[in-house]
């Protein structure tokens, strides 16, 4: 089963990779989803200052952590950006800020309501 923006089969590659321990995953998981805004407000911030680099290497950070826990939705929304970045074209990066905040988002909740179902982990607050 495929959630919206969530793949299964890398989400569970994933929890192989961290050595099948729930609470490892959930340690993963839990940074992802609490530290969202915060990058979601940096690569904001980068463009803003119209900063290429850095947005490079926030972008990098996100989509790798996404690639990792199968968060394709936001994955394919960093790469539209990302290629807006490569190319210089702030205005074409900035177009797609609005679909990346929500998405990231909605990833996050459906990555919370994953955990609770499967473990009775309860990731934030």
């Not at 089963?1 to 793949?7: E, F, H, K, P, S």
């Not at 490892?24 to 290429?52: G, P, S, Y």
């Amino acid at each position: 089963m495929t959630g919206r923006y969530i793949d299964t089969g890398a989400y569970l590659a994933f929890r192989r990779s961290v050595g099948g321990s729930a609470d490892a995953q959930a340690r993963f998981v839990r940074d992802f989803v609490a530290l969202w805004r915060e990058r979601a407000d940096r690569l904001t911030d980068n463009l803003d200052r119209r900063d290429l680099i850095a947005a490079d290497i926030t972008l990098l950070s996100i989509r790798s952590s996404s690639t990792m826990i199968g968060a394709v939705v936001l994955d394919a929304i960093c790469g539209l950006i990302h290629t807006a970045v490569d190319r210089g074209d702030l205005e074409a990066a900035r177009v797609h800020l609005e679909r990346f905040r929500e998405v990231g988002e909605a990833t996050c909740g459906e990555l919370t309501e994953r955990y609770r179902s499967e473990f009775g982990v309860r990731l934030t607050g």
